[in-house]
T-cell receptor, first 117, second 116 residues
Framework: AQKVTQAQTEISVVEKEDVTLDCVYETRDTTYYLFWYKQPPSGELVFLIRRNSFDEQNEISGRYSWNFQKSTSSFNFTITASQVVDSAVYFCALSERESGGSYIPTFGRGTSLIVHP | DTEVTQTPKHLVMGMTNKKSLKCEQHMGHRAMYWYKQKAKKPPELMFVYSYEKLSINESVPSRFSPECPNSSLLNLHLHALQPEDSALYLC???????????????FGQGTRLTVV
């Protein structure tokens, strides 16, 4: 069963539009961690944010904001006033306790964001 | 310094070749990972090393052989690969251990591997 669902395969917007990337996760653990990563065409996965299951406080970092809602198992990511440089694939990831005791991130399928000038 | 360095960036190899991918980090991280990523797909976990010991092998074929010579280095030895093994291979590291529980993983730029 898929643990992280990113239902939007591709989103296309025009520069300066706001855009929200959805992430829904599934876990039975009470302690878990959620992440967002950005992957530009160069290939490197760039860490954006981490949230633990006990911290539902929303966060804003410049044009980026994240809305974590345990009640709906969602961790959505909004980019305000999008720019062409935001074009990338964005992955949501869940890290929960594995059988060996480690916490290993499992990635959603990713959402490709294309921002047109 | 939050850098994970992978070499080479690109690699083309024949099905009978033996090659190695290298990964290095100097963040003092004790957990290191290899992921494989096919085009338009998410990264898939291959191996995890924790404190230089192999802790997870996601049923990866034996033609992929990981090695962790020390806490800063991670290698992936390749032998007798198939064309379907062509992919982006990503190395990552995280703090590891109880202190590093749930901490973020930092990724390298990857090695784009083509098997011909």
């Amino acid at each position: 069963a898929q643990k992280v669902t990113q239902a939007q395969t591709e989103i296309s917007v025009v520069e300066k539009e706001d855009v929200t990337l959805d992430c829904v996760y599934e876990t039975r653990d009470t302690t878990y961690y959620l992440f967002w990563y950005k992957q530009p065409p160069s290939g490197e996965l760039v860490f954006l944010i981490r949230r633990n299951s006990f911290d539902e406080q929303n966060e804003i970092s410049g044009r980026y904001s994240w809305n974590f809602q345990k009640s709906t198992s969602s961790f959505n990511f909004t980019i305000t006033a999008s720019q062409v440089v935001d074009s990338a694939v964005y992955f949501c990831a869940l890290s929960e306790r594995e059988s060996g005791g480690s916490y290993i991130p499992t990635f959603g399928r990713g959402t490709s964001l294309i921002v047109h000038p | 310094d939050t850098e994970v360095t992978q070499t080479p960036k690109h690699l083309v190899m024949g099905m009978t070749n033996k090659k190695s991918l290298k990964c290095e980090q100097h963040m003092g991280h004790r957990a290191m990972y290899w992921y494989k990523q096919k085009a338009k797909k998410p990264p898939e976990l291959m191996f995890v090393y924790s404190y230089e010991k192999l802790s997870i092998n996601e049923s990866v074929p034996s033609r992929f052989s990981p090695e962790c010579p020390n806490s800063s280095l991670l290698n992936l030895h390749l032998h007798a690969l198939q064309p379907e093994d062509s992919a982006l291979y990503l190395c990552a590291s995280s703090q590891g251990g109880d202190r590093g529980r749930g901490t973020e993983a930092f990724f390298g730029q990857g090695t784009r591997l083509t098997v011909v």
